[in-house]
T-cell receptor, first 113, second 114 residues
Framework: DTEVTQTPKHLVMGMTNKKSLKCEQH?????MYWYKQKAKKPPELMFV???????INESVPSRFSPECPNSSLLNLHLHALQPEDSALYLC????????????FGPGTRLTVT | GDSVTQMEGPVTLSEEAFLTINCTYT??????LFWYVQYPGEGLQLLLK?????DKGSNKGFEATYRKETTSFHLEKGSVQVSDSAVYFC?????????????FGKGTRLSVIA
């Protein structure tokens, strides 16, 4: 089973709201990722967790806050977002280090109003 | 730094036509190479991969061969179907690189018409 699940599928939030995106995998993968994808563009890496520790932060604004409670779960906490943050947010996981192939979830379509 | 270059799209083909999507890369060492496919409204799916020179990845009728001499990993399919309409991303990851993640090409949109 190569499934990564994400909830919610769609999210609409105002600029003053606080919300969280969730990602889960049960493949025993030890690296997990958050990507942001705008329309007609490739995914842009935001964060990488390797063995439950944040290993890469691609200079993402502090209004995005990742959390990895355990090896199967990854959260992205959202606060005071801007309309330009509207995008598809993708979670992915890979077996070990970040140089293995990644398996993606279906994404959360976020709209900031 | 490492990079991936894909042919510009969109590509429009008739059903049962032959498909080639070109992909070339620049990387130090010997990267692993991937093709991902994204259907409308969905996440990315790993389509195929190759981890060393002359490896051929294949899946669902799609094939790509890791060509070190030309630094290429072109995607091919002998007979496309309407259901193949999607965006295709070529990607690489450096091997033995520690914490260097996937590098994506810009993507090629394929439309197959009946």
């Amino acid at each position: 089973d190569t499934e990564v699940t994400q909830t919610p599928k769609h999210l609409v939030m105002g600029m003053t709201n606080k919300k969280s995106l969730k990602c889960e995998q049960h493949m025993g993968h030890r690296a997990m990722y958050w990507y942001k994808q705008k329309a007609k563009k490739p995914p842009e890496l935001m964060f990488v967790y390797s063995y439950e520790k944040l290993s890469i932060n691609e200079s993402v604004p502090s209004r995005f806050s990742p959390e990895c409670p355990n090896s199967s779960l990854l959260n992205l906490h959202l606060h005071a977002l801007q309309p330009e943050d509207s995008a598809l947010y993708l979670c992915a996981s890979s077996l070990g280090g970040v140089s293995y192939e990644q398996y993606f979830g279906p994404g959360t379509r976020l709209t900031v109003t | 730094g490492d990079s991936v270059t894909q042919m510009e799209g969109p590509v429009t083909l008739s059903e049962e036509a032959f498909l080639t999507i070109n992909c070339t890369y620049t990387a130090t060492g010997y990267p692993s190479l991937f093709w991902y496919v994204q259907y409308p409204g969905e996440g990315l799916q790993l389509l195929l991969k190759a981890t060393k020179a002359d490896d051929k990845g294949s899946n669902k009728g799609f094939e790509a061969t890791y060509r070190k001499e030309t630094t290429s990993f072109h995607l091919e399919k002998g007979s496309v179907q309407v259901s193949d309409s999607a965006v295709y991303f070529c990607a690489l990851t450096p091997r033995n690189s520690g914490n260097t993640p996937l590098v994506f090409g810009k993507g090629t949109r394929l439309s197959v018409i009946a």
